[in-house]
């Protein structure tokens, strides 16, 4: 009698227990579909699974997830911890499903650059010094820059006419100190400002109402764009 009791025990706990599972698989799949669908397709360029054992397998196979969300699953890795600790053990487990994904987007962004190049469409400046014209002029919507440009902005004054002048230098040019002098009097002139570009981009690419992509010279479309193109 006591076994039986017991074994009845047992199967209602393991009921229960996977009707507690069934009801947080319902409400992370029901979270994943409220969260990154929106107008009827994802909003979100990948979506990496993790947890432990069956559990993000099923996830996937569940009816209840949003089947539109299956394609832009980029990655399924295991964790052995839940909260904090979980979710940095997937970044740390993802790093190179992420950076694929960076990829991915950036031969995007480079490829239609180069299209609208070959379109010959006059919609695309290159180089740092038309670049800058043009943002200047408030003509550009998307800045493409490689994150490691080496070219310093400078602000700089003539101490007598009190007029001030900027200067986009790279690091040979940055060493050339006629750049750094007067033309008609060889007079020295003073450095205001002296800003790396691309960090200076950054704190003021909003005010000229542009957007900004960073690039790496790691995929083959962004070396081409680096080398070619002056990486901005």
């Known amino acids: ?18 009707e507690k599972r069934h009801n947080y698989l ?15 397709k994802p909003n979100v360029e990948g979506l990496i699974l993790a947890g432990s054992a069956g559990f993000k397998n099923e996830l996937m196979e569940t009816d209840i997830l949003d089947k ?14 839940g909260g904090e600790n979980g979710l940095n053990e997937a970044i740390t487990l993802s790093a ?17 650059f180069f299209e609208e190049i070959a379109l010959d469409t006059n919609m695309i400046v290159f180089g740092v010094e038309d670049t800058m014209k043009a943002l200047e002029l408030g003509a550009i919507q998307q800045i493409l820059l490689f994150e490691d440009l080496e070219i310093t902005r400078y602000v700089i004054k003539n101490p007598v006419k009190g007029d001030t002048k900027i200067l986009f230098l790279n690091p040979t040019q940055r060493k050339d100190t006629k750049y750094f002098k007067d033309n008609a009097s060889g007079m020295d002139l003073d450095v205001i400002q002296e800003d790396n570009l691309a960090e200076w981009l950054c704190l003021n690419y909003q005010n000229y109402g542009a957007s900004v992509e960073f690039i790496t010279d790691k995929s083959q479309e962004g070396f081409q764009f680096v080398k070619g193109f002056g990486g901005i």
């Open 96 to 112: 190179d499903v992420l950076q694929n994904v960076k990829f991915v987007a950036e031969k995007k962004l480079v490829s239609k």
């Open 1 to 18: 009698q006591k076994a039986q009791k017991g074994g009845q025990s047992s199967v209602r706990f393991a009921r229960l227990r996977e």
């Open 68 to 81: 539109r969300l299956l394609p832009v699953i980029v990655g399924v890795v295991d964790v052995s911890y």
């Open 26 to 40: 319902r409400k992370v799949a029901e979270l994943a579909n409220q969260n990154y669908m929106s107008n009827e």
